[in-house]
């Protein structure tokens, strides 16, 4: 079965500064998607960044980039450049495409704080 | 350009009663899923459709039905509240490399 695994339950960064937010999964399916989501505090799930398993290069948007490494099995999401606005819950997801579907697996998620 | 609209934003039940979650998509998406948000567990999945017509159970789908009789609509039923069903609970709309929620709606079963 699909499982995503976030190990970090918080992390904690200085303005400014990059992080990095971990995010290992498990599939044996070659076909699969990976899907980052910010959560603040005011609930919405928020997409982030998108890879697929068959992408040549790292996905990127703005500040948010995934590193992808498919031997490690891991979708790593740097932060670069930290704000006080990024503060929030961060949860990685896969998407299973076996059987037609498109369910979407999440992590436990990360809570982010971003100091002053 | 709405995106997913969910309704209510927030409710409060008494054990035994019957609701109905609604949530409409604009971006013409074949594929809707309901999950429920608890502390700690991140998103588990209720049910899910692939196309009008058709719906599947999720993770955990007991105690909630679903029905998709348009691409656009995929209301969530809750038969009988329980206690247990107190959560936070989020449609989504997807397609290919895109998934997007709705604001979720905070349920409590008193």
């Known amino acids: 079965a699909q499982k995503i695994t976030q190990t970090q339950p918080g992390m904690f960064v200085q303005e400014k500064e990059a992080v990095t937010l971990d995010c290992t999964y498990d599939t044996s399916d070659p076909s699969y998607g990976l899907f980052w989501y910010k959560q603040p505090s005011s609930g919405e799930m928020i997409f982030l960044i998108y890879q697929g398993s068959y992408d040549q290069q790292n996905a990127t948007e703005g500040r948010y980039s995934l590193n992808f490494q498919k031997a490690r099995k891991s979708a790593n999401l740097v932060i670069s450049a930290s704000q006080l606005g990024d503060s929030a819950m961060y949860f990685c997801a896969m998407r299973d495409y076996q059987g037609g579907s498109e369910k979407l697996v999440f992590g436990k998620g990360t809570k982010l704080t971003v100091n002053p | 350009n709405a995106g997913v609209t969910q309704t209510p934003k927030f409710q409060v039940l008494k054990t035994g009663q019957s609701m109905t979650l609604q949530c409409a998509q604009d971006m013409n998406h074949e594929y809707m899923s309901w999950y429920r948000q608890d502390p700690g567990m991140g998103l588990r999945l209720i049910h899910y459709s692939v196309g009008a017509g058709i719906t599947d159970q999720g993770e955990v789908p007991n105690g909630y039905n679903v029905s998709r009789s348009t691409t656009e609509d995929f209301p969530l039923r809750l038969l009988s509240a329980a206690p247990s069903q107190t959560s936070v609970y989020f449609c989504?709309?997807?397609?290919?490399?895109?998934?997007?929620f709705g604001q979720g709606t905070r349920l409590t079963v008193v």
């Open positions: 989504a709309s997807s397609t290919g490399q895109e998934a997007f």
